[in-house]
């Protein structure tokens, strides 16, 4: 048990004589919330990420005098957020704790999207008393907190006694990061935290987690399986999903993509595995790689709506193609398409596998297919170029990014965030990223608002410099966090792409009445003054070399900056990338 907890529970009321009679023997207690936070420690959980308030304000407090570090958001969803990126790029849980109902609601969101991403964290929550819960007599914050969660989590558990705190913290912990890695809810009614019991019986009752996401060795015959199949591959073709970037076997991935010659293709937050720039990168070929290839290897990414599915005209149908898929969870495979060659396990422990089994002798790629992809490639490399260098005023998408791009280029190991809908699209596809796990954005759901949450999570898991490149819509979810960023004086660089709205800032209302469309923002708004109120830096910048003078000074000095990067209203396309997803009306438009 810690010292502080000792000390606590020393005090006079805390202390009970055992026998008045005989010489005194003092028995010390430990309580609920020592428990919380001695489990926690033990299990190398140093950060709490969350919003102080009833039944958890003292949580928070005698976390941080116990030496965890205690990061206080504005709203809980960011925090949450800031959680789940912590356990992206940590492997560990990343630790979310909130206030009953109405926080935990917040945080909520947070949990999901973790759980769909395969992030692990854990939220925390205190609730209300069950006895009141249960007969719904209208408790303070009343709500069934457990019985919402679950369905939005991989695992969800209450714990009412102090004694099985320690357990509850291990469980929460196998289950976030075990398997296919997610978000676990941990229910802590506020009567728990002030229960008290013998602290050396506490001690005895926390767990230590001993290996908590083993490793998952592949069977040997799917590993030859999806050997054979590659080797009869004519095109050739590996995809490396987010899962990939999680599972930290960089060395492993990046020798079985050099071995094999294969062209790669990496998902957004793949990108960096390999750097972009590797001559084997297919990124600047995408849609001729998916068409073209006949076997293609997904390691760690799923065949879900970002690879079109696996089928249709994307993919080249009618004619088809072999998969071969690595992940850690077996029901992943045929969840869209046959999978011909399934190899279950962990990326490290398959990747190994099928590298100690590709042997010495291993063909190189087909020739003609690797010289097709690189002049696909250098093609379209050649003609984004002249784009990227246009110094055009106001600022379009391009030149602001082309600035940006360099920035990134001469600094390899920040940590890029990036969301919005031009904003993220076209990042994505301009902003070589050089080393892995450096690209953090919007994951599966494409959801709005990781922004200052994954920002302030990153700059506190790694201490590397951040740079945010937010739409304006987008860093409205999260905004309010930037006096969290200089409240902890957090090496941030927020870029806004100010296009006055929501894809482009130049819809206009057909009826002509004085409420403006509704994708429409406030025009020529300021957010670098948002910073200022707080202390931060704050910087509007118009042209290309006001912008690159100003990210420049923020990553050199790793003030709390943000830029307001004026960009052409009218430059932008509706939803970026993903138009064709918006549902068309069959009725003619007035
Ligand atoms: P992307 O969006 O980049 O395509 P996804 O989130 O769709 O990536 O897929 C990630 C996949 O990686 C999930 O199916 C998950 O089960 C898998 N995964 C995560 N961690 C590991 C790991 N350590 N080993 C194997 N598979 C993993
Ligand atoms: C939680 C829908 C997708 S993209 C976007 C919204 C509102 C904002 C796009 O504008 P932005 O970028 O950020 O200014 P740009 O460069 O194109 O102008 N609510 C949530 N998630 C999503 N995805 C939406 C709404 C959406
Ligand atoms: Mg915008």
Request: glycine letters at 10%; aromatic letters at 6%; proline letters at 6%.
């Amino acid at each position: 048990m810690s010292e502080a907890a000792t000390a606590t529970a020393q005090k006079p009321a805390a202390t009970a004589a055992i026998d008045a009679q005989a010489a005194p023997v003092v028995q010390t207690l430990t309580d609920g919330f020592h428990l919380v936070i001695d489990a926690l420690k033990l299990n190398g959980l140093n950060t709490i990420y969350g919003v102080p308030g009833i039944p958890i304000t003292d949580l928070g407090r005698m976390a941080q005098a116990e030496g965890i570090r205690v990061i206080s958001f504005r709203h809980e969803q960011n925090a949450g957020n800031a959680a789940a990126i912590a356990g992206f790029l940590t492997k560990k849980p990343g630790i979310c704790l909130t206030v009953s109902a109405p926080g935990f609601l917040n945080g909520l969101t947070a949990l999901a999207n973790a759980t769909t991403n395969c992030f692990p964290m854990i939220l925390i929550s205190g609730s209300s008393e069950r006895e009141i819960v249960d007969l719904q007599q209208g408790d303070y914050e009343e709500m069934d907190q457990l019985a919402i969660a679950k369905p939005l989590c991989k695992a969800a558990f209450r714990v009412l006694h102090a004694a099985d705190i320690g357990i509850a913290v291990a469980r929460a912990i196998r289950a976030a990061v075990s398997g296919r890695p997610g978000g676990v809810y941990l229910d802590l009614p506020g009567k728990l935290f002030s229960q008290v019991m013998d602290a050396e019986a506490g001690a005895r009752s926390l767990v230590k987690v001993i290996d908590a996401a083993p490793a998952q060795i592949p069977a040997p015959a799917a590993v030859t399986r999806a050997l054979d199949v590659l080797k009869s591959a004519k095109r050739p073709l590996i995809i490396l999903g987010k899962g990939a970037a999680y599972a930290q076997a960089d060395d492993e991935i990046r020798a079985l993509v050099e071995k094999s010659g294969i062209p790669f293709l990496p998902m957004s937050m793949g990108k960096g595995l390999l750097p972009d720039t590797h001559p084997q990168c297919a990124g600047a070929a995408r849609s001729t790689v998916l068409k073209d290839s006949d076997v293609v290897v997904l390691i760690g990414a799923r065949l879900n709506w970002l690879l079109s599915h696996g089928k249709g005209k994307n993919w080249g149908e009618p004619y088809s193609k072999k998969f071969i898929q690595i992940d850690i969870e077996p029901r992943e495979m045929d969840s869209n398409v046959e999978i011909v060659a399934p190899v279950v396990g962990d990326i490290g422990s398959c990747v190994s596998a099928l590298l100690a089994g590709m042997g010495s002798a291993w063909p190189a790629a087909p020739a003609d297919w690797v010289a097709n992809v690189k002049a696909k490639k250098d093609d379209n490399i050649a003609k984004m170029a002249p784009k990227l260098m246009k110094n055009a005023v106001p600022m379009c998408y391009h030149t602001a990014l082309g600035v940006l791009r360099t920035i990134i280029k001469e600094r390899p190991d920040a940590i890029l965030v990036n969301e919005g809908a031009n904003t993220l699209d076209l990042a994505r596809g301009i902003i070589d990223m050089y080393q892995p796990r450096k690209r953090l954005d919007v994951g599966t759901w494409g959801v709005m608002g990781i922004g200052m949450g994954f920002a302030i999570g990153a700059a506190i898991e790694t201490g590397k410099p951040v740079l945010a490149i937010e739409g304006d819509s987008a860093f409205g979810f999260s905004g309010m966090e930037v006096e969290t960023i200089c409240r902890y004086n957090l090496p941030v660089c927020t870029v806004i792409f100010n296009n006055d709205g929501i894809y482009r800032g130049t819809d206009v209302n057909p009826t002509g009445g004085t409420d403006v469309a509704p994708t429409v923002f406030v025009k020529g708004s300021r957010y670098d003054k948002m910073m200022e109120a707080f202390g931060g830096v704050g910087v509007n910048a118009t042209t290309a070399d006001e912008l690159r003078r100003a990210v420049n000074e923020a990553m050199d000095s790793g003030k709390p900056t943000l830029i307001n990067a004026v960009i052409d209203p009218g430059s932008g396309s509706e939803s970026g990338r993903i138009g064709n997803l918006n549902p068309q009306s069959m009725l003619k438009k007035k």
